[in-house]
């Protein structure tokens, strides 16, 4: 009982810290701070804007939901299966049969780290080595 | 300086600590009323929600009968929900691939096997409307481009009646095709937060959220998932639910099931979350058959989900051999159905290090597609072996009760008939087929959190009860957000049965109300 009371103390001091320094982060915004909201690779090196990608007309309105923005450029997905048909059939990624036109954002995103969603299911190491960017 | 924030931090804490005792008042809401909608952003006279196999078949089938102005929405990036990831077998007796294949089989036989499985908990009108009518909507996904390319015989079932599509998104997209040729609409990253009624208690219509974006993270609760933007979405004829299960939400499959312990492994999409089914039981929809949640042995161990040496141990429960290597022993039916076999791995694998080896040899192997069978080895699924010795040194396998065994069960096959567990041998092109020609073929089979057998409680056409044992008008619900079609265990492939003639009754039954209400005004 001792130990558990302790616990819980202890986590609220926990919990309170984390309150305080949360408190103390500079509340950043797209347009003043790039460290949050960071852009990477051949888009950096585009100098791409927010408004490239993000055409909403409010700032808090954006959101990833931007795949026709992303197709301006990246055209559609029958170029997009030739661009990754290197891969071979097991690992086109963007020649599955089990979807069309999904979202670009859930596997490609520019602020945070990308991940690959095959890999829900298909495990086979030559697409665990897939590199996502 | 120290002081000032210790202060603060103080401040913080009170007002944590307050905040947490609010908590419980917060989580008590009452339904959504007509009064709380500020302004309709849109008006439908349908919608559905979810967009796997019911979905699209309530979608098309409501169209079919005139319904125009119809959406269809998907909280997900993608269309398709599980189903789009699913095996996409379909259980059905007197098609016409059955009849090809020679196979005696009929819709009482089907009846049987799926009460038998589902220890009579089903709702026997629902499993007799599933095998009869059944067949009427196989037919309909033929005529609307669905190709069947697979014929076998899965656990639970007494004859071969399982036609397969390959992938279960070969089902939802052509269905999703002729959705859009005809101008149904369909939405994706669009989630249903509230239904809404009004003072008579009727669905007429619900609150959403578009532009959502869904967390890949199953330690994720979805509750605190804020993103999106709040619209209001009128419903004039009714609202389908076809969410799907939540099979893939560790925290909410265990409070039904306490024994299915959140580490456990699922074959569902990150999508299959109770979001749906919490809302609803506060909107105190009733429901049945919840602490019923499938464990499925079809998948491998040395996977992380789904995977892709299913196929192989799939054809290795038909034409090979299950043992334990400690014993060197076969310990099940193999053929028996998910439950039965699920339990029985379960008893024997030591907590996951003793897994069972499923053995099949080369012509076991032949039933199997060549690239399915190759994809199994690439993931390291499917191990394959020149010798039987290799196998034993491999996984130290008990060499001589093996052996024995192994010559028991050739004689079984030979004779068609297995006195230890009961179980039966089909021919696979006249010929029965025994493990005896190398190269041999082992999967370790490893079961896997699967389907969720209960769910809303529905009239045979999808109307949904309250707990109140009345119907709420308005609103209906089918495929794996529903229960009482399955009982106790769902036989394979029964799924998408149940998902496609009830998706397409709860499309008839919303076009049915679309009329009256058009008759009466």
Known sequence: MKTLTMRIIISFFVLGLIFLWASDV??????????????????????????????ELKQEDYSSAMKETCLTCHENYEKLKERTGHLGHNNN????????????????????????????????????QLIVK | MLDEQRRKAMKQ?????????????LDVQAKMLEKDVPVWDEEFDA?????????????????????????????????????????????????????????QDDPEQHIKDTLKSGHNLNNPEMVRIMAYEGLEAFNWLVNNGVQWKLFSRSGGHSAPRNHSVGVGSFITMPLQEHIMKQGGQQRTRVIMDELVYDDKGRVIGMKVREKYEFKFDRSFDENENKTGITKYYRANAGVVLATGGWAGDPKVRELFNPALKPEMPTTNHYGATGYTIQKLIKDDIDMVDMQYIQIMHVTSADENSFGFGFRAITSG????????????????????????????????????????????????AKTVEIDALQRGIEAGAVYQFETLDEMIQKFNVNKEPFLDELKKYN??????????????????????????????????????????????????????????????????????????????????????????????RAGFAVAERYKSLLRRA
């Not at chain 2, 990831?85 to 098609?95: E, K, L, P, V």
């Not at chain 2, 060197?328 to 028996?336: C, H, K, P, Q, S």
């Open chain 2, 317 to 364: 429960y038909s034409y090979g051999m299950m043992f334990n290597p400690k014993t060197g022993r076969r310990f099940v039916n193999e053929i028996a159905d998910r439950r039965i076999c699920s339990d029985a791995i379960f008893a024997m694998n030591e907590k996951g290090k003793n897994h069972p080896l499923l053995l099949m040899d080369i012509n076991g």
């Open chain 2, 47 to 103: 919608i559905v929600v979810g967009s796997g196999y019911a979905g699209t078949a309530a979608m098309l089938s409501m169209m079919n009968k005139g319904l125009k102005n119809v959406l269809m929405i998907d909280k997900m990036q993608y269309m398709g929900g599980n189903s789009s990831i699913s095996g996409g077998s379909y259980a059905m007796s007197r098609t016409s691939i059955q009849k090809e294949h020679g196979i």
């Open chain 1, 26 to 55: 500079p509340q950043n915004t797209a347009t003043s701070n790039n460290h949050q909201y960071a852009i990477d690779g051949i888009h950096k090196k585009l100098s791409l804007g927010c408004k490239e990608c993000h055409r």
């Open chain 2, 13 to 25: 804490f009170a007002l944590f600590g307050s905040s947490i005792m609010l908590f419980p008042t």
């Open chain 2, 411 to 504: 004689s079984y096959v030979l004779t068609g008939k297995d006195p230890e567990f009961g179980r039966t041998f089909f021919k696979n092109n006249d010929k029965y087929i025994t493990i005896e020609k190398p190269p041999y073929f082992v999967m370790r089979p490893g079961p896997k959190i699967h389907h969720c057998m209960g769910g809303v409680r529905t009239t045979v056409d999808c109307e949904v009860y309250s707990t109140s044992g009345k119907l709420v008008e308005g609103l209906y619900a089918c495929g794996e957000v529903t229960g009482g079609r399955h009982g106790y265990n769902r036989l394979g492939s029964n799924s998408v049965v149940d998902c496609i003639v009830f998706g397409r």
């Open chain 1, 93 to 128: 990624v963007h020649a599955s049969p089990h979807f069309t036109n999904i979202d670009c954002d859930i596997c490609h995103k520019s602020h945070k780290p990308s991940q690959n969603l095959c890999l829900q299911c298909h495990g086979q190491q030559t697409m665990k």
